[in-house]
């Protein structure tokens, strides 16, 4: 799937950086890596690119409710006129239990991890609008968001786990308010990032299920492969043949 533009939240780090990794390397992609820190994610317009592949840097704080659309405003300036893909990737994680996490800290991973993602949603909409159809928007959750599933993963992490339930629930009405817009929540897998490293040490596990590479490799394959007909609305469990539980 080449010859595409994708915007990327968390573009510098995790997730997000695995997937710039992958389609910065491919040709004739416009990347527009969105990261809280322009003067920090400098060093992403050095990455060696794909023939005729250019990256865009776009400043998008997931806490700010007006970073999303001064980032389009930016892209648009720059010539940019349509998005084919957005992978909402940008996500933090809080260790807590119901009875114990802060109310101040419950409600700033949800504004990070959920409604950030509505926000983002409306401000690419009229970009989205403009691609090549079907038009694409990938949300990366997490296994523990799964209500039918939630007992394997008896974890305290509260906020993190409501936060991933409400953003798959909206990125499903997304995909069914849009015939033309394929929406996709991808659980990655326990991956070697500093998030994934985390959980390895929280959970007293010995290392991560997936390097950066692999998982972006498979979270790319459904990101690509996926059709509106199969695949929309769905929840993915790190490859495209294994689907998550609601």
Aim: glycine letters at 6%.
């Amino acid at each position: 799937m080449s010859g595409k533009t994708y915007l990327i939240t968390g573009a510098n780090r995790g997730i997000g950086r695995g997937m710039f990794d992958h389609y910065v390397a491919q040709s004739h992609n416009t990347i527009i890596a969105c990261v809280r820190n322009i003067d920090a994610a400098t060093p992403l317009l050095a990455v060696p690119t794909g023939a005729n592949t250019k990256i865009v840097l776009a400043k998008i704080d997931s806490s700010s409710r007006t970073d999303p659309y001064d980032a389009i405003k930016h892209i648009q300036a720059q010539g940019i006129e349509h998005i084919d893909v957005v992978i909402s990737s940008a996500g933090i994680v809080k260790l807590n239990t119901v009875e114990d996490v802060p109310l101040a800290e419950f409600e700033d991973i949800l504004m990070v991890n959920a409604i950030s993602v509505m926000l983002l949603y409306k401000a690419v909409l009229p970009l989205l609008r403009r691609a090549a159809r079907p038009a694409r928007f990938a949300f990366v959750s997490a296994a523990s968001g799964s209500l039918a599933k939630m007992q394997e993963y008896p974890y305290p992490n509260i906020s993190y786990t409501a936060s991933k339930v409400l953003a798959n629930s909206m990125v499903v009405k997304m995909g069914m308010e849009n015939e033309w817009l394929i929406t996709l929540c991808i659980h990655p897998g326990l991956v070697a990032t500093d998030m994934g490293d985390v959980a390895v040490k929280a959970f007293g596990l010995e290392k991560a299920d997936f390097t950066l590479e692999e998982s972006s490799k498979n979270t790319a394959n459904i990101i690509d492969k996926a059709t509106k007909e199969e695949h929309s609305e769905k929840f993915f469990n790190e490859t495209i043949d294994k689907i998550h539980p609601w």
